[in-house]
């Protein structure tokens, strides 16, 4: 079992900036591929950015590339989402997400944790 617990959320002006973090605890987060995903009143669920084990591959959505950096510290047991030159349209719910497999762009995640609220003004 991984337990998630994300935070960093809050209220930020169009333009700002946010750093989420994703804490893990249980089985080794060395172990596992990480993925953020999001969701926005009204729709689904969708994907974020993802990183491999090792933190040697990352992956975004077309969305975020170039504002958001996702990295891990493994010796931390956490990940973070690192959100520049945040627009409106990123407000949602942040889930990270954990699986053993390679990172994935879909939602076959193994654990999910409770979410964080990100708002980001106009």
């Known amino acids: 079992q991984v337990q998630l617990v994300e935070s960093g959320g809050g209220l930020v002006q169009a333009g700002g900036s946010l750093r989420l973090s994703c804490a893990a605890s249980?089985?080794?987060?060395?172990?596992?591929?990480m993925g953020w995903f999001r969701q926005a009143p009204g729709k689904e669920r969708a994907f974020v950015a993802a990183?491999?084990?090792?933190?040697?591959?990352?992956y975004y959505a077309d969305s975020v590339k170039g504002r958001f950096t996702i990295s891990r510290d493994n010796a931390k047991n956490t990940v973070y989402l690192q959100m520049n030159s945040l627009k409106p349209e990123d407000t949602a719910v942040y889930y990270c997400?954990?699986?053993?497999?390679?990172?994935?762009?879909?939602?076959?995640?193994?654990?999910w944790g409770q979410g964080t609220q990100v708002t980001v003004s106009s």
């Open positions: 997400a954990a699986r053993q497999g390679a990172p994935s762009l879909y939602y076959d995640y193994d654990y």
């Open positions: 249980g089985r080794t987060l060395s172990r596992q591929s």
């Open positions: 990183i491999s084990r090792s933190g040697s591959s990352t």
